[in-house]
């Protein structure tokens, strides 16, 4: 069976049953997860369109713009690999969310680039917390009710 975050197994029932409520928690977990990783692909959307609108010089803005789009199009492939639980998927999250703030922190803050730039340091940070925060939880079965 393929786990959908780094260090998660799936968990064991007792007696060969399906563990209550293990299956639904993991596509929470994913859900939200993807979410996030949309969330800073559309930071770094809007990051490209205000360097497009205030970078005068066209040789600068291209290596802005480039390096936001592939920040977005990575966002994007690895929130879509974790919706369907690829392996390799938590691991992608958890270094794109280590990386955001060094991203945002490179413009250095700027008066037009202020509320993107927190908004992207925070979320990273929401990102690697969250997926590290999930790790290993699905390896702990349930305790059982009654049974010796």
Do not use: E, K
């Not at 780094?6 to 994913?30: E, I, L, S, V």
């Not at 809007?46 to 010089?57: D, S, Y």
């Not at 966002?75 to 270094?95: D, E, F, I, K, P």
């Amino acid at each position: 069976m393929t786990t959908d975050l780094p260090g998660q197994t799936a968990a064991a029932a007792p007696y060969g049953r399906a563990a209550p409520g293990g299956d639904g928690r993991r596509r929470q977990r994913r859900r939200v997860i993807a979410l996030l990783l949309l969330a800073a692909a559309a930071l770094d959307l809007t990051r490209c369109g205000l360097v497009l609108v205030t970078v005068r010089q066209a040789g600068n803005a291209a290596g802005l713009v480039s390096a936001g789009l592939a920040a977005a199009a990575v966002s994007l492939w690895t929130a879509r690999a974790c919706q369907h639980g690829a392996r390799w998927s938590g691991w992608a999250a958890v270094l794109i969310g280590a990386a955001s703030a060094p991203q945002a922190a490179v413009s250095g803050f700027h008066a037009a680039y202020t509320i993107p730039d927190t908004a992207t340091a925070a979320l990273g940070v929401l990102v690697a917390v969250g997926v590290l925060a999930t790790v290993g939880r699905a390896s702990q079965p349930a305790p059982s009710q009654g049974a010796p």
